[in-house]
């Protein structure tokens, strides 16, 4: 999975709420520039659409709603992430077994499994 992919990920779960690109950006770990750059990409593809809305401080928000072509997305992007972190399980797993083999590896989890 790509950085790309990452934050559209991030973005997509975070639909469905009203919030500011700001707020949008500190909880999911990202600039401004960028989430407003990717969201962009994202209402451009179809994958979100965006709803505007007046807060209580009459400021300017919007709500970005999911799509059916951007659920469809965020289901193969959370393919993708799942396959990979399963892979990236089993090379450590594989790691761990040949540091046994070769009496690197002593184990020091208090329940003596891994």
Wanted: charged letters at 35%; hydrophobic letters at 30%.
């Amino acid at each position: 999975m790509s950085s790309q992919e990452e934050i559209e990920l991030k973005i997509l779960k975070n639909t469905g709420k009203v919030i500011s690109q700001k707020t949008l950006a500190e909880d999911i770990g990202y600039s401004v520039g960028k989430v407003n750059f990717v969201l962009k990409g994202l209402l451009s593809k179809g994958y979100i659409k965006a709803e505007k809305f007046i807060n209580s401080d009459k400021k300017l928000q919007y709500k970005y709603i999911l799509t059916q072509e951007g659920f469809k997305e965020k289901v193969i992007i959370t393919e993708r992430f799942i396959k990979r972190k399963k892979e990236e399980y089993d090379e450590l797993q594989a790691d761990l077994e040949k540091y046994k083999e070769e009496n690197i590896y002593t184990n020091t989890t208090s329940e003596g499994r891994i």
